[in-house]
């Protein structure tokens, strides 16, 4: 079984910034890739940004592109979000995911592509 967990949300004024962080645990795969997503009050699950097992590849959502920084540690185990110039509208549940990835450069970037995710942090930028 795969845990994820993650850490960083709160409350944090627009114009702030914030640190995501996102522990895999468990029974993981040789190689995964990872995920953040995002979901507001009566909203659907989106895609926030991705990286690929080996830490090469990302993508991010181009809504939210120039304020997103992906990254893993040298470990693989924790996967780091940060999220500069937030603004009110960032207000949600931010989820981690993970898939395995037999392809290290890989990377997705729809929910159904994901096989784990986390609980999920709340993030809440007051205007």
């Known amino acids: 079984q795969v845990q994820l967990v993650e850490s960083g949300g709160g409350l944090v004024q627009a114009g702030g910034s914030l640190r995501l962080s996102c522990t895999v645990s468990?029974?993981?795969?040789?190689?995964?890739?990872m995920g953040w997503f995002r979901q507001a009050p009566g909203k659907e699950r989106e895609f926030v940004a991705a990286i690929s097992w080996s830490g090469g590849m990302n993508y991010y959502t181009d809504s939210m592109k120039s304020r997103l920084t992906i990254s893993r540690d040298k470990n693989k185990t924790t996967v780091y979000l940060q999220i500069d110039s937030l603004k009110p509208e960032d207000t949600a549940v931010y989820y981690c995911a993970a898939r395995p990835s037999p392809n290290t450069g890989s990377y997705y970037y729809t929910v159904p592509e994901y096989d784990y995710w986390g609980q999920g942090t709340q993030v809440t930028v007051s205007s």
């Open positions: 468990g029974r993981t795969f040789s190689s995964y890739a």
